[in-house]
């Protein structure tokens, strides 16, 4: 059975910064491409970032230079730290596995006040 587990989720003054953990279970994490979504009310869900199995990383351009995406393989677990954050960029986020298999967490919520 395949588990995607999110934390880290919160609330926090804009500027503030939060990390976002997700540990997996039931798939070969290490092969895996894992990547973190996000989806505000009204937004269509959008691609923050992902990571493949090598740590070759990508970002939406909204969230360039203040994410950062990453894996430990030995913890099966992949992070997003997130820095200077933004109101806008308040929502739902999720943990997902992209390669080879797909797989969705249950999704944390952030919240950023301003």
């Known amino acids: 059975q395949v588990q995607l587990v999110e934390s880290g989720g919160g609330l926090v003054q804009a500027g503030g910064s939060l990390r976002l953990s997700c540990a997996a279970s039931?798939?070969?994490?290490?092969?895996?491409?894992m990547a973190w979504y996000r989806q505000a009310p009204g937004r269509r869900r959008e691609l923050v970032a992902t990571i493949n199995r090598a740590g070759s990383t990508n970002y939406a351009d909204s969230v360039k230079g203040r994410f950062t995406i990453s894996r430990d393989n030995t913890k099966n677990t992949v992070y997003l730290q997130m820095s200077s954050l933004k109101p806008d960029d308040t929502a739902v986020y999720f943990c997902?596995?992209?390669?080879?298999?797909?797989?969705w967490g249950q999704g944390t919520q952030v919240t950023v006040s301003s």
């Open positions: 039931g798939i070969i994490f290490s092969i895996s491409v």
């Open positions: 997902t596995v992209e390669a080879p298999y797909s797989y």
